[in-house]
């Protein structure tokens, strides 16, 4: 799945913690969802908070 991004793979891309990706989602500035227990954040949520910072 090459339009999802793990918690890991966008704190590595954005070189902070997963932790800061984490608080961004609770905090609902980057918004997510669930496959069965695991999070992804979809690319065009990426691109479109990338343009915006």
């Known amino acids: 799945m090459e339009n999802v991004f793990t918690l890991q793979q966008l704190a590595e891309r954005w070189k902070c913690s997963p932790q800061t990706i984490r608080s961004a989602i609770d905090s609902g500035l980057v918004p997510c969802f669930k496959v069965g227990r695991m999070t992804r954040v ?12």
């Open 42 to 53: 979809s690319k065009k949520v990426v691109t479109a908070h990338e343009r915006r910072t």
